[in-house]
């Protein structure tokens, strides 16, 4: 008993952890959104703001041959960093003719999003490093746990118990990767952004260690 207790608190926390990263994750994309304007009151020492600053666009370019349709590509030169292109909506890049300026949103030295004539594109960050930490914590919690609770059952077998922490913690480092790189990246509410993957990881936890008592 001890031992199947063990398995789940381990189990339990290294999941929570993975957890922990993604809305880690989540709110290192939408900082930008939420941080005061430099310059002003709000924005004191120390705390991360954004900067407006004006760009050119000296370059437009679209990709026909991506499998998700055409891309459209803006070239933007900035006053103080070098020329480099953005992904924009087709109406922005109709509008943005080679030569007018856009308007620039800057957080950390970086651009965050680009307006123009009331359009508007975001160029997030892609948080890769965060995705594969959150997959890893959370497949290999999810593989704890599912032993814990398929041994917590007296005279469940190792084999089908072993087979179904397998199963649990593959799909559960997957479906993490990808759905922590999806999640963050539309900024929907928190507790939708988090509710999503909990709701997802209890269901599925729960069903693997269910069949696998029944073997």
């Known amino acids: 008993m001890l031992t199947q207790v063990l398995f789940l608190l381990a189990g339990l926390a290294t999941t929570v952890l993975g957890f922990n990263w993604f809305v880690d994750g989540y709110h290192a994309v939408g900082a930008y959104q939420h941080a005061p304007v430099c310059g002003t009151a709000a ?8 900067l407006h ?3 050119k666009v000296t370059a437009r370019k679209v990709d026909k041959d991506s499998d998700e349709g055409p891309i459209y590509d803006l070239t933007v030169a900035r ?7 953005y992904t924009v909506g087709e109406a922005f890049y109709d509008d943005a003719e080679v030569g007018v300026d856009v308007d620039l949103v800057v957080f950390r030295g ?3 999003e680009l307006s123009h ?3 508007r594109a975001e160029n997030q960050i892609t948080p890769w490093l965060t995705a594969l930490k959150v997959a890893l914590l959370v497949g290999f919690g999810s593989a704890l746990t599912a032993l814990g609770l398929t041994w917590w059952r007296s005279g469940a077998q190792a084999g089908p118990a072993a087979a179904g922490a397998l199963f649990v913690s593959a799909v559960s480092a997957v479906l993490s990767f990808f759905g922590s790189l ?3 990246s539309v900024q ?3 507790a939708v952004t988090l509710g999503i993957p909990v709701l997802g990881w209890l269901v599925m936890t ?3 260690a269910a069949v696998a008592c029944a073997d």
């Open 110 to 112: 970086r651009v965050s």
């Open 206 to 208: 729960a069903v693997s």
């Open 79 to 85: 006053e103080t960093a070098p020329a480099r292109g």
């Open 182 to 184: 999806i999640l963050v």
């Open 53 to 55: 600053e004006t760009g």
């Open 117 to 119: 004539h009331g359009h």
């Open 43 to 50: 924005a004191t020492p120390g705390t991360d703001c954004v």
């Open 188 to 190: 929907w509410p928190l």
